[in-house]
């Protein structure tokens, strides 16, 4: 089994064909969405992702039809059917099927996908610097939300810095200071200070993010959160990101400097497998 699905109320194994192209998401894109992990029969902070795709619901002007427990409850279930070594991506979603303009909340539909998704190696990637795109401002795109609209621009991008010769791109926001990679949160390091960008609402403040910030205070590093300008780049000691998909990788090249997998990274990733280990399923 490579993809199951839970819709109208049952598992499928596969993928279904459950929009259609009146659909208001087909054409006017209200589906939202969220992604956990599961791996060694780990699943780190599902409830949190849970519960975000149910606000991102909410903020697109959707009626959940599903709570965040039962969601969790049903990943959980989904979980255990598939080996126990499995490497999986867990993405519930909401979405409109009627409305014009804006989605009919009567209208909400869900589905659940769980499906094999094996997990990136950990010898790290390299980036540089976005130029074709910024992150929008909260009055230029649904940024408060976890919503497929946003990402089209992440694809523009990426296509760009693949072109150039690069795995990921540091992108900017409207002001001009970094914002994230263009798939993950960004983090760097310098003289045993870990720093990543304030949150400031033009991107995902992610669960992951929040959790690493979290786990690496507790373990007593200084952590901070500011503007972080693109000058400051060059001299980094370290660069790192923390994302649902790759939870936490290294930075090995920044344009044409070679950086090493530092302590901060080392330390972030190890803190967070201890930390998912007390969350089996």
């Not at 089994?1 to 109320?9: E, F, N, P, R």
């Not at 200071?177 to 760097?188: G, I, Q, R």
């Not at 045993?192 to 690493?212: E, K, S, Y």
């Given at each position: 089994?490579?993809?199951?699905?839970?819709?109208?109320?049952k598992f499928i194994e596969g993928n279904p064909?459950?929009?259609?192209?009146?659909d208001h998401a087909m054409w006017l894109a209200?589906?939202?969405?969220?992604?956990?992990?599961?791996?060694?029969?780990?699943?780190?902070?599902?409830?949190?992702?849970?519960?975000?795709?149910?606000?991102?619901?909410?903020?697109?002007?959707?009626?959940?039809?599903?709570?965040?427990?039962?969601?969790?409850?049903?990943?959980?279930?989904?979980i255990k059917r598939f080996p126990a070594n499995?490497?999986?991506?867990?993405?519930?979603?909401?979405?409109?099927?009627?409305?014009?303009?804006?989605?009919?909340?009567?209208?909400?539909?869900?589905?659940?996908?769980?499906?094999?998704?094996?997990?990136?190696?950990?010898?790290?990637?390299?980036?540089?610097?976005?130029?074709?795109?910024?992150?929008?401002?909260?009055?230029?795109?649904?940024?408060?939300?976890?919503?497929?609209?946003?990402?089209?621009?992440?694809?523009?991008?990426?296509?760009?810095?693949?072109?150039?010769?690069?795995?990921?791109?540091?992108?900017?926001?409207?002001?001009?200071?970094?914002?994230?990679?263009?798939?993950?949160?960004?983090?760097?390091?310098?003289?045993?200070?870990?720093?990543?960008?304030?949150?400031?609402?033009?991107?995902?403040?992610?669960?992951?993010?929040?959790?690493?910030?979290?786990?690496?205070?507790?373990?007593?590093?200084?952590?901070?959160?500011?503007?972080?300008?693109?000058?400051?780049?060059?001299?980094?000691?370290?660069?790192?990101?923390?994302?649902?998909?790759?939870?936490?990788?290294?930075?090995?090249?920044?344009?044409?400097?070679?950086?090493?997998?530092?302590?901060?990274?080392?330390?972030?990733?190890?803190?967070?497998?201890?930390?998912?280990?007390?969350?089996?399923?």
């Open positions: 089994m490579d993809i199951l699905t839970y819709w109208d109320g064909q459950i929009i259609g192209p009146r209200s589906t939202v969405f969220d992604g956990a992990r599961a791996f060694d029969r780990m699943a780190p902070d599902l409830d949190l992702h849970a519960a975000r795709v149910v606000r991102s619901a909410e903020r697109m002007g959707l009626a959940p039809t599903m709570t965040a427990e039962h969601i969790a409850e049903l990943s959980r279930e989904a499995a490497e999986l991506y867990v993405r519930p979603m909401f979405w409109g099927k009627e409305g014009f303009i804006y989605p009919d909340p009567a209208s909400t539909q869900f589905a659940l996908c769980v499906y094999n998704s094996p997990m990136p190696a950990a010898s790290g990637f390299t980036a540089t610097m976005a130029r074709s795109i910024r992150r929008p401002s909260p009055d230029q795109a649904p940024t408060d939300l976890k919503g497929a609209a946003l990402y089209p621009n992440s694809a523009r991008g990426l296509r760009e810095i693949e072109a150039r010769g690069f795995n990921n791109g540091i992108v900017l926001d409207p002001m001009g200071n970094v914002a994230e990679f263009l798939t993950s949160n960004f983090f760097m390091s310098k003289d045993g200070v870990v720093v990543t960008p304030i949150a400031n609402g033009c991107f995902l403040d992610g669960v992951t993010r929040r959790r690493v910030i979290g786990l690496l205070q507790k373990d007593g590093i200084k952590v901070e959160e500011r503007v972080i300008h693109p000058r400051e780049l060059s001299d980094v000691d370290e660069m790192f990101s923390t994302g649902n998909y790759g939870k936490v990788l290294p930075v090995i090249r920044f344009e044409e400097r070679d950086l090493q997998p530092g302590p901060m990274y080392r330390k972030a990733r190890q803190l967070y497998w201890d930390f998912a280990a007390q969350h089996k399923v």
